[in-house]
Structure formats: structure tokens, C-alpha cells
């Protein structure tokens, strides 16, 4: 496809499950972001990929959560032992290339930890 | 702490009027976008400003970048219910780094016939 896509597009999880989400970036873009977007809420940075490198986690609330994108396309957010203040929409953009490019965004994932 | 601030946070106007939002930043912006969001979807990509004093145009919709590029306008002429939705402006470099943006609350705008 020729955008950003995101799966699953929602996710219900009990408190205490893992949850991974899938985000497919524009092909060929070298840098991939991720966010959080709490209800009324602008994104909120969460974790940095440039190829396969991660360079920044600095946003990531805890430990709990854990990114990869071990071939430099595809990424992967992690939860693990999730809570109910996890619940939000996470977004996943990308970009052609590092620093003051324009990021294109995916439809999100809408976590609800019950 | 809020690094942006939009105003207002939300704003009702009747189809064929104009309006604009506003994004302020205490720091030098130095690259700032515009995007839409409409409820359960990702945040569509409207313009980019980087140099002081730029003005950008698409169909409806102008973009502004002030001289001291510390604030930016966003203004719908002539609002139709399709320009419904949030307006996010975000920010690249507020922070010191380059690539990832710090976001404005939003501006949910809706549009009456």
C-alpha cells in the first residue's frame, strides 16, 4: 500500500496480558516513530527508529514497554503486563529521512485495557 | 509542561465562515507542521513551515509562519462540514532533537450547516 498501515486497529486486553502492535511504514522510509495519544490529547513521542537503529526510547513511560525493528522496515511496540493507564491510540508515522522530515502517520491502534 | 499551545481548543462556526487557530511556542520553531485528525483515524499531513515569515496555500486552507517563527496560523476560508475535524499543529527541534515532534493539544473544529 502506499501509506502507513497499523494492525491490529483495535485491541481489547485484560490488565496483565502482553499486547504487540504491528506498524508497516512507507516503503523505502528510513526513519519510524511511534506515539501515544491519550483521549484529547495531542501524540506524545515515544521511541525513534533510523533503519534498524533505535536512537531514542526517551518517551517510553517504562519498562514494560519495548520496540524493534530488527530489519529496518517492519516495527513491533511491545506491552508487557499491561495496565489500564496504557489504554490509549497508538500512532506510528514515518519518514524518508532523519530530522525535519515530514512524518506520515498511520490510522493507529485504540488499546483498551480492561 | 506544554511545550505548544493552541488556541482555542475548540471553536463551532457556520458553514461559509472563516476561521484560524493558533499555535504559540516559547522556544524558536524549527520546523512546524499542520495536521488533521478526524475521530478514530491517524493524523493527516496538511503543510509545512520552516522559514520565517513563510506562507503556505492549499485549496482552502492557509499556513503561517511568524518572523520570530514562534507562532503559526492555521485559516480556513469559506469552512465547509469536510474541514471538520482536530487540528494539530506539532513541532520538530523544540526539543533539541531533530527528529521527533512535540504536538499541540489540538483544536476540534466543528463546522454547523
Known amino acids: 500500500g502506499a501509506g502507513v498501515s497499523q494492525s491490529p486497529r483495535y485491541k481489547v486486553a485484560k490488565r496483565g496480558q502482553d499486547v504487540a502492535l504491528r506498524c508497516d511504514p512507507i516503503?523505502?522510509?528510513?526513519?519510524l516513530f511511534w506515539y501515544q495519544q491519550a483521549l484529547g490529547q495531542g501524540p506524545e513521542f515515544l521511541t525513534y527508529?533510523?533503519?534498524?537503529?533505535?536512537?531514542?526510547k526517551s518517551g517510553l513511560p517504562s519498562d514494560r514497554f519495548f520496540a524493534e525493528r530488527p530489519e529496518g522496515s517492519v516495527s513491533t511496540l511491545k506491552i508487557q503486563r499491561t495496565q489500564q493507564e496504557d489504554s490509549a491510540v497508538y500512532l506510528c508515522a514515518s519518514s524518508s529521512r532523519e530530522g525535519w522530515a515530514t512524518q506520515y502517520f498511520g490510522p493507529g491502534t485504540r488499546l483498551l485495557v480492561l | 509542561s506544554q511545550e505548544l499551545e493552541q488556541s482555542p481548543q475548540s471553536l463551532i462556526v457556520q458553514e461559509g465562515k472563516n476561521l484560524t487557530i493558533n499555535c504559540t511556542s516559547s522556544?524558536?520553531?524549527?520546523?512546524l507542521y499542520w495536521y488533521k485528525q478526524k475521530y478514530g483515524e491517524g493524523l493527516i499531513f496538511l503543510m509545512m513551515l520552516q522559514k520565517g515569515g513563510e506562507e503556505k496555500s492549499h485549496e482552502k486552507i492557509t499556513a503561517k509562519l511568524d518572523e520570530k517563527k514562534q507562532q503559526s496560523s492555521l485559516h480556513i476560508t469559506a469552512s465547509q462540514p469536510s474541514h471538520a475535524g482536530i487540528y494539530l499543529c506539532?513541532?520538530?527541534?523544540?526539543?533539541?532533537?531533530?527528529?521527533?515532534?512535540?504536538f499541540g493539544t489540538g483544536t476540534r473544529l466543528q463546522v454547523t450547516l
Open positions: 516503503s523505502g522510509h528510513v526513519s
Open positions: 506539532g513541532a520538530d527541534g523544540i526539543t533539541g532533537t531533530a527528529s521527533k515532534l512535540t
Open positions: 522556544k524558536t520553531l524549527y520546523g
Open positions: 527508529f533510523q533503519n534498524e537503529a533505535q536512537l531514542d
